[in-house]
């Protein structure tokens, strides 16, 4: 695992969101987001977090119960951790596993994207 800084990653992993199909971004709140049609898959830092914080939030319907024994992973606030969002943030020089980052933003965009998405999305894998 890397040891990049949290704002390279944060632009790796928003460059990742955006191969997918529909994806786009919007900057509600000073956060990145990345949507897919009107929904977000993931909310990212951006100007709202510090210069040497990842913050990332997505969706884990499958994961989260997993996701959440990790040590820099809670529950997501505003009731989001109901349909199964949760919140990582670490910092720059921490270990920052940017594949099991990609794995959760894949598996919220499915959670979110229509399903004509989703069948485009595997016909180009």
Known sequence: MAKPDAK???RALIAYAM???GAW???PW???VVKVGKK???FFGGDAAAPDVLSVTVKLPVSSEMALTLPYVEKAGHGLWKSGWVHA???TGDELDLETFRGWIDQSY???APKTLL???AASA
């Open 110 to 112: 499915a959670a979110v």
């Open 30 to 32: 000073d956060h990145t």
């Open 40 to 42: 977000i898959f993931v």
């Open 89 to 91: 943030q670490q910092r």
């Open 8 to 10: 390279a990653a944060e």
């Open 119 to 121: 069948k485009q999305r």
């Open 25 to 27: 971004t919007d900057h």
């Open 19 to 21: 191969t997918f199909p």
